[in-house]
């Protein structure tokens, strides 16, 4: 289209993001008409709410919807929660809401201001079809879009249905906050989320597990049995009113993810490209910021494909951090199970910072009263020690404070003969004086042929351990009070590779060792070397090398031990049902494929100090279809705490050289947070824990126990010291080595 040229614009369907997108793009003086199947008085759902930041672009874009909106608004700052009869009120938050079908007279009336053809009652013509006569056709048909559908195979959708079933109803009184609140029920857990839109009148969804709504009996009821039975549940908080529907049926919510969300001239819009859980906010604010971001570009662009690709460009990241949250609060209600027996403040603080959205740091400015009585129940010394740095005690050891510096192979050994040398005194020894309380050394190698690569260190001879005593003793001189763990393992069928930086996991060129595994199974087929399957004399001699290690480790000084039985490695491969394939004791159920990992465990505890810590490194899954579930990795950190561990490493993946992580912030604590709450037992949280504020999160949360944050620590070895001078924290669980005291202060930048 030539610069400043009036398009031709069809939008199918008539929900708030196709009106607002009509009205927006009447206003810039196209030619719009909407097909709408409904009537225009029918809706589904009642209460709609809107962000600060969505009525901030609202009312940049166009001021007399805005005015509208601002007329019919609902405000208000409070969350409640209720957990077990307990009423906990959270502020600061700030919601606006009204009901959805006066947002829809609103947009009307405003499309009907611009000119706008409104054909209700009629279904849209296929999109192939109005994209021959139309220069820009928005698709905004919503979660069952029929343009996605036909479009499949451009648009390549992606739709996840979810665990729980919900139903929208109304209650015709209005809630004074945004209230949570759980029933525990003889079927089980079941959860309300509701809200006011109007001054008589409040949302109303009722959530539960799949299985704890048929075991109810739900799956039977029609929607006015359903309204009264939700009633009567949660009668206390409707205060014995009635609840309504509004052609409301129970439903599983339906996550929608496109590749693409243009075809030609043809663009998605709203829940027809992407849907985010409504525990997070409202489907609703995504289309009408979509809208926002279509218009401006067609405003900004020479033509339509240029408008169309600045518009996926500048939506798709906001998106996708939307539904990752929204995800992470979807699972977290699925499991809400595993909580209930939290107490009741930090159950409201977990429920609060579910979505990784709201954190420690910015509920503390929201609401500094509700944040410090947690910090307190949690057992912050005072109302100047952060979370992180509060101490634990894991059998005789105490760690001054909850950070823990990840193991990281550095492939540095010298010569490669697995001796540890100035390389690791130095990177060692540096996050040590960087103030985390556990630094824990990359995989310790059992023997020669246990290693990844020649670049990996080991203690399997006298002067490796010698080599390793010397670090030690620099740790526990120059940084006293810093914990140094060990972890020790073997490669099994992922050794005798390249390092790193040279090829990963790539075989060697030459100088290869055997490998040896649960299983005759190569980790990268047709370039991995296969591994021979392990024999009776095999596990025999590796449960010795393991228990040798054990005792040199326990004479180097080291004050924590961890096994790794992750990431693939020999006893990983025992675990996962992907790669360990035996017929004999050691294979088939879980329980047999823990068993080598278990008397490995137990032969190394026989030999390390009783006063001292054991921990147990875990892939809480193998993100590969058939490998460790949700349940199997609860059993195996179980079993292991049985034997004596004393916390549980929640690592993930690299198991499977096909894997499919699904990446992002934390993106690994909810394997840890399941453990933890089904155990009880102690916890390391791993995976992307890139800030001091998610720390403290998911430590007052009680998805973990301790955090161990690795990358970071690599881009600042002082990561812990900083973090408390960025909280203003100066106490005994992170002091500065007295040479570096005059650093303590963050130096002043530019003019400043």
Known sequence: MPAGSALRVAVVGGGPGGLYAAALLARQGHTVEVWERNAPEDTFGFGVVLSDETLGGIEQADTVVYAALGAEFVRWDDIDVVHRGRLLTSGGHGFAALGRRRLLEILHERCAGLGVRLRFRTPAPAAAVLAASYDLVVAADGVHSATRQSGAAHFRPTLTTGHCRYIWLAADFAFDAFRFEIAETEHGVMQLHAYPYSADASTVIVEMHETVWRAAGFDLCDEAESAARCAKIFGEALRGRPLHGNRSAWTEFRTVANERWSHGNVVLLGDAAHTAHFSIGSGTKLAVEDALALAEAVAAEPDVPAALAAYEAARRPAVASTQRAAAASMRWFEDISGYVDQPARQFAFNLLTRSRRVTHDNLRLRDERFTRAVERDFGCPDEHTPPMFTPLKLRGLTLRNRVVVSPMDMYSAQDGDGMPGDFHLVHLGARALGGAGLVMTEMVCVSAEGRITPGCTGLYTAEQAAAWTRIADFVHTSAPGTALGVQLGHSGRKGSTRLMWEGMDDPLPEGNWPLAAASELPYRPGVSAVPRALTAADLASIRSDFAAAAVRAAGCGFDLLE??????????????????????AYGGALENRLRFPLEVFDAVRAVWPADRPMTVRISATDWAPGGTSAQDAVDIAAAFAAHGADAIDVSTGQVVADERPEYGRSYQTPYADRIRN???????????????????????????????????????PHWTLHAAADQSYEGPAAPWPAPYRAGSRKPPTGRG
């Open 678 to 716: 089904a155990l009880g037992v102690p916890v390391i949280a791993v995976g992307a824990i890139s800030s001091w504020d998610d720390v403290n999160s998911l430590l007052l949360a009680g998805r973990a126990d301790l955090c161990a944050v690795g990358r970071p620590h690599l881009y600042d």
């Open 563 to 584: 096994l790794h039985c992750a990431h693939g490695y020999l006893l990983s491969g025992f675990l996962s049902p992907l790669t360990n394939h035996r017929t004999d």
